[in-house]
């Protein structure tokens, strides 16, 4: 990216004016200590995001970086307004926050352990610490996350690439774009919820999923959606009723042909404890698992419940995707787009080849920080 704009862009007059060197917000560097730096960073949409509930052009983003004796690296804060995060939020935590208090970056459960419990809520702000952390780590290990873990990396799923809910024309046009990927994500819970769906088929046969993010409030017609979904080769119905009505999604769910993922109904790990019968699998996001130190314990977790695993993403750039990435061995299915619906992604990294999420050999998050 443009390096003069990314400064620009940061808004705050007491961050430093390097990037990627460490900014940092208003606390000196202390060699064999953890030092944390940031920047807001405003992410730009390719099309307007529309969804049962909202619309929005730009997402607001934070960059952060944790530096280790001349070792970086990096994470993001991605806020999607329906989280209740915001630059000033996040900025503020991340201000408050004193993680040059630690001296040995292996330490990740004590320094996480504190991070969470320093105010609660604030899942955005941690992640973004989490990711970085993360990163700094596989670099001092030399070795990326998946290999860490001991993941196989042609285990990957394919990457759905998301069409909103948007004009016939527009959805033809999105259509399009994503041709070269296996599987498309279709957004419902408006009133044309069969129409994309019909201009989809018009043009191709490749597989869909369904994202209604709560929008469907008649378990009866849901239900009737659902079978009539199950003819067009539709592999999942993500989130369809809000997630209060935990009663009628298990009615659903008894009777659904596709399998029934949640995604709103969760945020932190115990979230998941109650789902058996109600949610075939879950939607597994960095913004609101606190990171990857926590969504791996919930792979383990809703696994041991005999779900399915979905590792999924904000609008984000390729930073918090490529982390999101690392788990994607341990998923039947992937929704990791964020980073190819903005224009002014300011990291390389995860890449999709031929629809599939491919992961490459660099150490940590497996990201380099693009420079203009
Ligand atoms: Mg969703």
Redesign the pocket.
């Given at each position: 990216m443009e390096r003069r704009n990314f400064l620009k862009s940061s808004g705050l007059g007491l961050l430093a004016a390097t990037f990627p060197t460490p900014a940092l917000a208003g606390k000196s560097a202390k060699s064999g200590h953890l030092n944390l730096s940031f920047k807001p960073y405003d992410l730009k949409l390719r099309h307007a995001f529309n969804l049962a509930k909202s619309s929005r052009k730009n997402t607001p983003d934070v960059l952060t970086q944790i530096e280790y004796d001349g070792i970086i690296g990096y994470g993001e804060a991605s806020m999607p307004p329906y989280l209740g995060e915001s630059i000033e939020s996040v900025t503020k935590f991340l201000s408050s926050i004193d993680l040059a208090q630690f001296t040995d970056p292996f330490r990740i459960d004590e320094i996480l352990e504190y991070v969470d419990k320093f105010a609660p809520d604030n899942l955005a702000a941690k992640a973004s610490v989490d990711i970085a952390l993360h990163d700094l780590l596989g670099k001092i290990m030399g070795q990326p996350w998946y290999k860490i873990w001991g993941l196989s990396p042609e285990n990957t799923p394919n990457t759905s690439f998301t069409i909103g809910i948007d004009t016939a024309e527009v959805v033809r046009q999105k259509v399009d774009e994503a041709a070269p990927y296996k599987v498309l994500k279709v957004k419902m819970g408006l009133n044309n919820d069969r129409e994309t769906v019909e201009i989809i088929r018009q043009k191709t046969n490749v597989p869909i999923c369904v994202?209604v993010?709560q929008g469907w409030d008649n378990k009866e017609k849901a239900l009737e959606t659902i079978n009539w979904l199950a003819e067009k080769n539709c592999l999942f119905v993500?989130?369809p009723m809000p997630k209060e009505m935990i009663d009628e999604t298990a009615w659903l769910r008894e009777r659904s042909p596709l399998p029934i993922i949640a995604?709103e109904a969760f945020r932190r790990l115990p979230d998941i404890l109650g789902f058996k019968g109600v949610y075939d699998g879950i939607?597994i996001k960095l913004m609101k698992s606190t990171g990857l130190h926590e969504a791996y314990k919930m792979v383990i977790l809703a696994r041991s419940l005999g779900m399915k695993i979905m590792i999924?993403c904000m609008t984000e750039t390729s930073c918090a995707i490529s982390a999101a990435a690392q788990l994607a061995p341990l998923a039947e299915w992937a929704d990791l787009d964020g980073n190819l619906l903005i224009s002014n992604d300011c990291f390389d990294g995860m890449k999709i080849v031929n629809g599939k999420i491919t992961l490459a050999d660099r150490p940590g998050i497996g990201v380099e920080v693009l420079r203009g």
């Open positions: 994202d993010n993500e989130q995604d939607n999924g």
